[in-house]
Structure formats: C-alpha cells, structure tokens
C-alpha cells in the first residue's frame, strides 16, 4: 500500500519519473546495510526523512547550509524558525555546543536518548541558519532505534524538523512524510509508528535559570527532579527569530477548523452548533452519548497515549475530508501541558 501511494506522487522530468526512494527497516533492529544509502545521501546533501520517538523528521548535514535550505525551501519554513540538530551520542552533542553546563551533563544522562532538546551556546560549524541567527543550537539524542543507527551510520549531525509542511501536522508514519512532502524528499526511511507521538520539550540552558521554551515529550516535572529551579516560559509569538521551533501562534493544524470545547457535556451542543458536512469529534475516554451524528475518536485517558494517538488521529480526519473537528480539552494538568500546547496552537483563533 505504501509503494501504491509513493507512485501517486511520482513526475515527470526530462522524461524520467522522480520519487521519494523508500527504505524499509525493522524498527526494532535496523540493518546498517539498509541504512547506508540514506546515511551517504545525508553526507552528499540530501533530504531524508526518519523516524524518531517523537515525530518524523527531515533531516539533513547540520553543518551544510546549503542543505539546511532545502529543508525551509521544502517545508515552505520560515528562516525565522530554528531547527533542532539530532546527534548519536552526548559527544556529538558537545562537538557542536560552544559551552557545556554541568546540569547539561546530568540532564543528558536522565533523559538521552530521548524527547529532551537542550538549547546550549553553539560553535561556529553551525550555520546561522540552523538557528534562526541566533547564538544557540537545540540538540538531542532521539531514543528510536532506527534514528540512532542512521545517525551513527551518516557520522554527522542532523539538523531535522519534522517532515511536514509548514503549520501542518506533524508526520508520525512514513505514509504522512509522503503525503505532505512528495518528492521534496530524497528518501524516506519507513521505521514504523512513533512511540511519543507529540515533539521534543526544548529546554533553554542558555541563562541562570533552565527554562522550558517549548513542552513536550518529557514534563517539567520530570525535569525539576533533575533540576529543581526549571521553570516554563510564557513567550508570546513575535515576528523576529524564535528561540526554539514550535512556538507560532498557528501549527500542527489540520485542514478543517479545530475547536477546543471546555467539558464533555458541551460536546453535544457544540456538535448541533456545528453545521452542515461530516464533524469529527475526539474525546478523552469514552464519548458521551448524544454523538451519533458525528465521527467520533475515543483517545486514551492517559496523557502519554493520548499524545500518541494525535497526530494519526488528526491525520486520518484530514484524509476523510472532515468540515470541523470538536475537541474536548485536556485537563490543566502538567502531564497534559504539551497536549494542550499542541492542540491550542492548532485550534482556529
């Protein structure tokens, strides 16, 4: 099915057809063999989209800005917008950071590989384009197997949003990189369903005091065990360079408008409120009755499976052709605040 779908997208040029080339890896134990094309089309410049526990990313030679470029001219990306440099280990980390702070050490050892970004001071390898001009680079160690084989396969660093287009939602299977993107990409490595579901939480160690700028798969909680004084930022979008991806006002959107409704008892009115066309509705758990009229996901209770489920959810709504999607709004809770940041950003204004 996936092969069937990569043809859709396939065109014409100089009389040849062009298409993304598709690599299929176990997700659990890649084969280097496998990965090899894909690691010398990321030395050599090219575009690659990966699997890691949070999203699909597009990848490519962070050290390249020519490379770099194909990544905003493919997505339709702002260069006001930074990207986050994924490494194979904490080494790698160090090699592109100008300084390394001793709680970068014990944050590292927490929570790498994994959904964790540290925003650090970078080195000068680094182009200004990998950072929005900025002086500090987000860097981090995916906890997906096939991210890490490739990244230790190409033995260089990765600069790599998600692979999506601009403001859409973000790819959580190799089949949404191929809808969004098509034959921007020079390869897509298919490494299955991501675990995590939602992006990487950036942490800003750049001042006195580790500030989440962007929330994500790990919990300031979670963090504060480590260090104790983080805190979360309240930043308010600019038209300048951003410090950390994932902070526009609009994002992770899908087609048809989306609407957060405070408590399930409200889905229903707002569902006879909605107007002519099919409506989807995603509720925490099981739905309340009184739905029957629209196309109802029930999303797990639990702040981790939910993120899991959401941007396939939300994926499958824009496949449908949905008019309006109802969305019940998670808990004001810590372990549902990057949720809440993601459908927020989503929701129409």
């Known amino acids: 099915m996936f092969r069937e779908l990569a043809r859709g997208f396939q065109r014409c040029q100089n009389g040849e057809m062009h298409a993304p080339r598709l690599i299929q890896v176990d997700p659990a134990a890649p084969d280097l063999a496998q990965l090899a094309p894909a690691a010398a089309l990321l030395r050599k410049g090219g575009l690659v989209a990966f699997p890691t526990e949070t999203v699909y990313g597009l990848g490519a030679d962070a050290r390249n800005p020519a490379a770099v470029a194909r990544i905003f001219e493919s997505k339709g990306r702002p260069a006001t917008n930074p ?24 944050l590292a050892a927490a929570f790498w590989p994994g959904p964790l970004t540290l925003l650090l001071p970078k080195r000068p390898e680094i182009p200004d384009l990998v950072t929005a001009g900025l002086g500090a680079v987000g860097v981090r160690i995916p906890a997906h197997p096939v991210a890490l084989a490739l990244l230790k396969e190409a033995g260089i660093p990765v600069a790599a949003p998600s692979a999506n287009p601009y403001m ?34 950036v942490l800003d160690l750049t001042g006195e005091v580790p500030t989440v700028l962007r929330p994500g798969g790990v919990s300031l909680d979670a963090i504060r065990r480590i260090a104790p004084e983080a805190r979360m930022a309240h ?9 950390s991806p994932g902070l526009a006002r609009r994002h992770y959107a899908p087609k048809a408008p989306l609407s957060l409704i405070d408590g399930r ?18 509720t925490i758990g099981p739905a309340p009755a009184g739905l029957t009229q629209a196309r109802v996901h029930e999303l797990p209770r639990d702040p981790e499976g939910y993120a899991a489920a959401l941007y396939a959810t939300l994926h499958a709504l824009d496949a449908q052709g949905v008019s309006r999607i109802l969305v019940e709004r998670p808990p004001e809770t810590d372990a549902w605040t990057a949720v809440r940041d993601r459908l927020g950003r989503a929701a129409e204004r």
């Open 168 to 201: 859409g939602i973000s790819p959580t299977e190799a089949r949404h990189v191929l809808a969004g993107l098509g034959d921007r990409v020079d390869a897509i490595v298919d490494g299955g369903s991501c675990a995590v579901g939602i992006e990487s939480t």
């Open 83 to 106: 990207l986050i440099v994924h490494v194979a280990d904490v080494d790698a980390a160090r090699a592109i950071a100008a300084t390394w702070p001793p709680i970068a050490d014990r």
């Open 235 to 243: 930043l308010v979008p600019g038209e300048g360079p951003q410090a």
């Open 265 to 282: 008892e409200a889905l229903v009115p707002a569902l006879a409120a909605a107007g002519g066309g099919p409506v989807a509705v995603l």
